[in-house]
């Protein structure tokens, strides 16, 4: 997998998500990350954090279903949890299981619901790439 299709990937999950739940409102933060083993070995993964705390147009338990069907559409294998340890408490799609880590790769993907607020996060698998010329090149979303 190339940079690109690591990145689109994720972004393609998030708009998705995003358009589930509220298309707008969004704060968004995306990055690429070194995961080269070695100098010779350039690697990079890339991350997104998103969040939208305002009023959300629906139940968060409905919301998350819907996000669960576009997730499904893309290929992802979720669970969806409540956690009520958390305030407000949610509702976490996750691929793979929440609080379970990443999968062998090292990608994850998770999106939580509560009253009023939501968090998509998601990292890619390492890809070979250079950090420094993704950067000069790539500005964050």
Not at 28 to 57: H, K, N
Not at 69 to 93: F, K, M, S, Y
Not at 100 to 119: C, M, Q, R, V
């Amino acid at each position: 997998m190339t940079p690109e299709a690591a990145r689109s990937q994720i972004e393609d999950l998030y708009e998705a998500s995003a358009a589930a739940i509220a298309p707008n409102g969004w704060e968004i933060v995306g990055s690429w990350l070194d995961c080269s083993p070695s100098s010779s070995d350039l690697r990079v993964r890339w991350t997104l954090s998103t969040s939208r705390v305002s009023p959300l147009p629906g139940a968060p338990a409905d919301l998350i279903a819907r996000a669960q069907r576009a997730w499904q559409e893309r290929g992802h294998r979720v669970t969806v949890e409540r956690d009520t340890n958390l305030t407000p408490p949610r509702w976490i799609l996750s691929d793979p299981p929440y609080l379970t880590g990443t999968h062998p790769d090292g990608s994850f993907f998770t999106l939580n619901i509560g009253e009023g607020l939501a968090y998509f996060d998601a990292t890619s698998a390492c890809v070979p790439g250079d950090i420094l010329q993704l950067n000069a090149r790539t500005p964050s979303p």
